[in-house]
């Protein structure tokens, strides 16, 4: 079955930077968009980053400039790398692999999910 497994949160002073990684197994990964997601306590999942399989990128208005999304096919391995990290990227990330016709802002866009990974962000 496919899993996705996300790693690489923690905690962090405001101005610095993490590095997530999900790894992925049971799906073509190659040709599949990927993303990230997160969800803050009390407000809805929100969409972060996507990567297409011809490596297009994809990113939310707060987060352009700041991270950026790399995949690496020979590893079936996603990464999200977060610069200049503000208090308010303060979440649960999750990685997710595309599916159905959905736009791929939206998490309806999504078949599959890791278990997540909190980042915090401290002021």
């Known amino acids: 079955q496919v899993q996705l497994v996300e790693s690489g949160g923690g905690l962090v002073q405001a101005g610095g930077s993490l590095r997530l990684s999900c790894a992925a197994s049971?799906?073509?990964?190659?040709?599949?968009?990927m993303g990230w997601f997160r969800q803050a306590p009390g407000k809805e999942r929100e969409f972060v980053a996507a990567?297409?399989?011809?490596?297009?990128?994809y990113f939310a208005d707060s987060v352009k400039g700041r991270f950026t999304i790399s995949r690496d096919n020979a590893k079936n391995t996603v990464y999200l790398n977060m610069n200049s990290l503000k208090p308010e990227d303060t979440a649960v990330y999750y990685c997710a692999a595309r599916g159905g016709s959905e736009s791929l802002y939206s998490r309806m866009g999504y078949d599959y999910w890791g278990q997540g990974t909190q980042v915090t962000v401290s002021s």
């Open positions: 049971g799906l073509t990964f190659s040709i599949k968009t």
């Open positions: 990567i297409t399989g011809i490596y297009r990128t």
